[in-house]
């Protein structure tokens, strides 16, 4: 980097389908901006969000865990990536340890701007008794607002890994659609509001499998963990048309896969992020989270939201509140209603 070239540092360190949401947004920024540095600091296991941009967006690993850990390892980290050369930072995170780091840089003279995160709105959202919910802005638009505040003017569709240009509100397919082949379906997610019931997904993915062995094609199965990792395998072993990717590819590779898919099927999690990352149509399912609290994938249509209009909906904003009746019935969602969905999407393209 130049030194005598102005710089911003960027702070978002979780979680993956949030720092997925903002890459798109820097690299409009940075071309938009080819006189600055952005300098992105996040967990490293971010960093191939970050792969493919402008030369003038660089990435920082914090190991939060380990090395930055703690008050003196955020003074550490501010003094590894030396703070004093930058002119600005915009903290996308909003907790402690972006709220720390961006106290000392403002001590030291630097601008700041922080998202904002809208938390009493969010709490409403969630409350039984509150009659009067409305779709909050989505987090990507909060971004948005940051850049702005700090000078940094960006407006309209976003341009995604692929290349692609997409509307705010509306996956457009590429006109080498027809190259596409496969799906894929992501079960997992972070907290159990979150996660359609195992017995009812193992349907989903057999009758999938089957359906796209017969055109030729296979249903892509995606996730992370040591657990998660032995049930898709089970799954692999025992239907037709089924491979899981678990275990397998970097994140990097996983993107790519994503990138050629006709379609992915995930939970609210970061795989609809990052198939939204390149494009890929998504047909998401959501039981204790919703759409409204601004989490939506880039570019996808709430309308492929497949969801149960009950009264406790939305019950939390990240699907880590316990259940009030127990079952999590929110996500007792028909398996065939699924397949149908998943086939339907299919024949549109």
């Known amino acids: 980097m130049d030194a005598h070239r102005k710089q911003l540092l960027v702070i978002r360190f979780s979680a993956l389908g949030d720092v997925a949401m903002l890459a798109p947004l820097m690299r409009q920024v940075a071309l938009s901006y080819p006189d600055w540095d952005f300098t992105m600091l996040s967990r490293q296991q971010c960093a191939p969000l970050f792969n493919d941009m402008p030369s003038n967006v660089h990435f920082f690993g914090a190991d939060l865990k380990g090395h930055h850990h703690r008050l003196w390892g955020l003074d550490s980290l501010l003094k590894e990536i030396d703070y004093h050369k930058f002119d600005a930072v915009a903290d996308m995170h909003d907790v402690l340890r972006s709220q720390y780091l961006r106290t000392r840089m403002f001590l030291a003279g630097k601008r700041c701007a922080h998202v904002f995160k809208a938390r009493v709105q969010r709490w409403l959202l969630v409350r039984h008794n509150y009659h009067h919910k409305q779709p909050l802005v989505p987090m990507i638009e909060r971004y948005r607002a940051v850049f702005t505040e700090l000078g940094f003017y960006t407006s309209g569709p976003l341009t995604l890994n692929n290349g692609q240009t997409v509307p705010k509100t509306n996956i457009v397919q590429e006109e080498d659609t027809p190259a596409r082949h496969n799906i894929g379906i992501a079960p997992f997610a972070a907290h159990r509001g979150k996660i359609y019931p195992i017995n009812k997904m193992k349907k989903v993915v057999k009758t999938l499998g089957e359906e796209m062995a017969a055109r030729g094609e296979k249903v892509l199965l995606f996730g992370a963990g040591s657990k998660e990792e032995l049930i898709l395998h089970e799954w692999e072993k025992k239907y037709d048309g089924v491979e899981c990717m678990a275990g397998k590819s970097t994140m990097d590779q996983e993107i790519a896969i994503m990138r050629g898919l006709r379609l992915m099927v995930t939970m609210d999690s970061a795989n609809m992020h990052l198939a939204s990352l390149v494009g890929t149509r998504v047909l998401s399912i959501w039981g204790a989270t919703h759409p409204w609290a601004g989490f ?25 509140r316990f259940c009030q009746y127990r079952d999590y019935r929110c996500l007792n969602i028909d398996e065939d209603y699924i397949i149908a969905r998943v086939k339907t999407a299919l024949n549109e393209q």
Request: some cysteine.
């Open 296 to 320: 939506l994938g880039y570019g996808q249509k709430e309308s492929d939201c497949i969801q149960l209009d009950m009264a406790c909906r939305p019950c939390s904003i990240y699907g880590n």
